[in-house]
């Protein structure tokens, strides 16, 4: 969890290698933690290529992750049918975006 955040706070500074560094290094230590894997691959969308965008996706649902705050409450949501680890990575960076676009406008 630690990692995690740490990796977030380089994102925030806008430090991506580091970043990637310390996302990859969370989800090398953790990787049933999908809220990393979420965070890693919302970096990916903004910053990266396609292929590091696949590598993340295709490692997340090799792993197929299933902790995590954020993981658990959009997985786990009434009416949720995100069979593949694929699907379930995209909607939780889909609730992430979300809850930051309204903080910012808070």
Known sequence: FVITVVARLFHQDRKLEK???????ACTLNPDYGDAWAHWYRLELQHGDDMTQGEVRRRCQDVN???????????K????????GQAKLIQVVKHIATTAALQAAI
């Open 19 to 25: 970043a990637r560094t310390w996302f990859n290094r």
């Open 65 to 75: 992750p299933r902790h995590g705050e954020i993981w658990q409450k959009v997985v």
């Open 77 to 84: 949501q009434p009416g949720s049918n995100l069979v593949d």
